[in-house]
């Protein structure tokens, strides 16, 4: 439509913009939008378009979620601590959507920090499902997923470090991309845990996903872990579905405390994949039950580490200096009152700053993860937890390794359940971890991961994800397999996509 000048990108900005200031009320995905810099970009766009210049990107309108820099626009991480943050440079990943002619059109919620599941973690409040308002929309990509699914946006970069990109995108019904770990440059993605992080891409279909992934992929020179590896033309091999591919099915993602609606469900979608000329295997993954314990101290020790930057002294929150020093002084005064006190334990002035600034500005959530982390990397606890758990994360990544010497992708449900209702967890850290169950072996074994939408639960009309997992730098097996199921389960939309 853009093509043939039905449609202007003007108008189709203007288009998502009313959406948005007419749902995101409700749903409350988009902590900014850029209205008037979105219109003036998209008449220099259209005027692009009518000269023949335009990028491959041009039309399309995305959302970026908070976590990442976008020069001159605050990057918050939904933190009071990072409140009055405004970027002054672009992520590697902005700078390229922009060189691509993309119009980001506004900044999306999260966890604060990317640490939740369920996006009830920000100081914007939480992000409601649109498919139903009671419901969470995952984590920590939740305004990510939630934008995509309430049609304000065509696509969204979301961050994917336990699953962030992939569960959302289960609970929302959209699809969740998330890449090999050094495919897509972290630089200009405020960091969680830096050897987990990884940028992910939204979008209504598997084809919108890999447009994006396309245009972000690739070596980067401010990004020592990114890869030189080649980066495929991954649209254009969607143009031909590979139906002949061996999917593992692995035990240990369908036993105790998965939804058995779901479970049917994910092998419903294998058998018909089955039907069309895959091959089903059955595999083993014997290290998976000890991912939660690994994951979970490894990416908060990396937290503990990543977060100590925010002092409250270079920038970030800075508690009041003069309420500070006054609480000392009372402090003081009555340790002093019988004149035989010792003072020698009271904090000095700094250190009462950095606590009391550290203190104010992290939520709840993010100080129970610096806790842990900081405890597990703790003399005398560093090699009882943290060493025992790198190890672990070697032995899972060669469990992966020689899956994938049989088999192209393997299959498995997104999550255990469909999207709970908001509140229901929050008070309970292990049952919303364990919402990451499925997804954050992934990351453990720094391989490639998408969640596709398999239709709805039959008791709570709620969307169910399917997850499709194959072996680092063959997104092109992920995707073609992806595809396919998305083919199956009569989910394609292609003419919607950019």
Known sequence: MLESGELTVPDLVAGYISRIEQDNPDINAFTQWHKEESLERAHHIQRKIENGSAGPLAGVVLGVKEVF???????TCASKMLASYEAVYDATVVERLLAGDAII???LNMDEFAMGSSNENSMYGPVRNPRNTSRVPGGSSGGSAAAVAAGMCHASLGSDTGGSVRQPASFCGVVGLKPSYGRVSRHGLIAYASSFDSVGAFGSTVHDASVILKAIAGRDDMDATSSTEPVPDYPALLDEVRPDITIGIPKEYFGD?????????VMLVAEKMEAKGAKLVDIRLPNLKYAIAAYYV?????ASSNLARFDGIRYGHRADMKAVRARLKAEEAELTADGAADLSGLDTPMIRLYKQSRTEGFGPEVKR????GTYVLSAGYYEAYYGKAQRIRRLIKQDFEQAFSK???IISPTAPTTAFELGSKVNDPLQMYLNDIYTISANLAGICGISIPAGDHSSDGMPIGVQFMANAFREPELLNAARLAEMVCGESADASSP
């Not at 976008?70 to 990057?75: E, L, N, R």
């Not at 490894?298 to 990396?302: C, H, V």
């Not at 993860?369 to 842990?372: D, S």
Request: with cysteine; glycine share 10%; net charge positive.
């Open 257 to 265: 405390g998965l939804d058995p609606v779901i479970r049917d469900r």
């Open 105 to 107: 059109i506004g900044r």
């Open 69 to 75: 820099c976008q020069k001159g626009f605050p990057a």
């Open 407 to 409: 088999v192209d992708v």
């Open 369 to 372: 993860r610096i806790m842990l």
């Open 298 to 302: 490894l990416a908060t020790a990396e």
